[in-house]
């Protein structure tokens, strides 16, 4: 029986495409682009700066194949390298200063236009959600209003469904401080919740 893509493990992709399958690495974005496009549009909330850092997050792992531990999961370490690049765009906003996906340095054996080739090969548009009802819209007005790390950490326990442990990795936190960050969290967002169906019901 002839193995798959499908059927590949992550670490079996990683390990072809060190070798120089193109084609592996094309499968990782595509299992990976969906989860990672809907992390980002949540917490950036710019549909520019989606794009951008979402790009930046599949170059960073191309150009870093090398550097990446096969017996770790693949998962995390990619949110990692979103959840920073995210926070870095920020930052730069913050600056007023832009860096464009151009401006980034020869990667070595590969090119930039080499990778926003194999990523502008699928399509990386947000979901539907033409018929997104009130309560999500509010959902996410609460969290694009929340601040940076409340957001980040809400958006990975609950939409992403990371354990204590991989939320840790991702944020560079102890778990005491994930723990505690997201009860934080919680509760703020409780909070704003209530405040905005409370001021529904009494108009």
């Not at 990523?119 to 009802?133: A, F, K, M, N, W």
């Amino acid at each position: 029986m002839v193995s798959t893509r499908d059927d590949q493990s992550d670490g079996e992709l990683l390990a072809l495409y060190k070798k120089g399958d193109q084609e592996a690495f094309k499968e990782i974005v595509s299992r990976y682009k969906n989860p990672l496009y809907g992390f980002l549009r949540r917490f950036l909330n710019q549909q520019d700066l989606v794009e951008d850092v979402f790009q930046d997050t599949f170059l960073q792992l191309y150009i870093s194949k090398d550097s990446f531990d096969q017996g770790r999961p693949l998962r995390p370490w990619l949110f990692t390298i979103a959840a920073n690049k995210a926070k870095d765009a920020l930052r730069k906003i913050q600056r007023h200063s832009t860096v464009s996906l151009g401006a980034i340095a020869d990667t070595g054996d590969a090119t930039v236009d080499d990778v926003v080739n194999i990523l502008t090969s699928y399509e990386i548009t947000p979901d539907q959600e033409v018929s997104e009802d009130e309560t999500r819209a509010q959902v996410r007005e609460i969290i694009a209003q929340m601040p940076e790390n409340l957001k980040a950490i809400l958006i990975l326990a609950y939409f992403e469904q990371f354990s204590y442990k991989q939320m840790a990795e991702i944020l560079s936190i102890p778990i005491g401080t994930v723990k505690s960050r997201l009860h934080t969290a919680v509760v703020h967002f409780t909070r704003k919740w209530k405040s905005i169906n409370r001021s529904s019901d009494n108009p």
